[in-house]
């Protein structure tokens, strides 16, 4: 069971991590600053727990391959998706897609994301590959701006609302944020943005609450 994990420096890992040009192999920093060794270390838990007769398939069959880019946008990711997704090989049978902090950032137009996103999805589909999305990941308050909780929020109700009328499975961070859907402190690397650690650790445990059902049917099909 592969899961190609599709994204920018918060797939990556930045800044603790960069990941390798085959996403699998050892990629520079600490493997542990990414959200992908976290959420298969918890599937990898589950399985114990529920399946035990199954953990060592699992252990070699489970993979994450770790396609984040840092500084990647919504456009980016469909320029490379062909190469990155498409033709991996083995091909992969499902796909995290998270992305847009960088659209927002640059002021890129709320339609032509959401349509990048939505395209993102598709042509995963369409290929025979289950996509996984994630909403806008949270900042700092620190790091915020009025303006930018509006645009973020209001953009934020349009993509849950595109992912539960297609069935499609995707993460809020619930693990990652205050009371006022803020980022964390001890959750940021410093700059309010970039996560630390722990702040990956969260975001891995946020996807693993939403994909343990899909988890779940792998499990009932062998």
Known sequence: MIFS???DSLTA????YYPASDGTSLGNGNSQSQYEYWLKKKCFEYINENAKELYEKFTKELV????????DTSTGLLSRISEDVLSYKPKPNYCIIIIGTNDLGWSTSTDKILNNIKELHEITRDFGIISIGGLIPPITK????????????????????YFIENNI??????????EED???PENTSGDGVH???LGYKMMGYSLFDNIKTILEVEIKKI
């Open 13 to 16: 890992g930045w800044p603790g």
């Open 64 to 71: 994450f391959v770790n396609k984040g880019i840092p500084g």
């Open 195 to 197: 996560f630390s650690v």
């Open 182 to 184: 803020y980022l964390r």
């Open 169 to 178: 499975v995707f993460t809020d961070y619930v693990y990652m944020t205050d």
């Open 5 to 7: 994990c599709f994204g």
């Open 142 to 161: 620190r790091s915020s701006s009025p303006k930018w909780d509006i645009i973020r929020s209001d953009f934020n109700e349009e993509l849950k609302q």
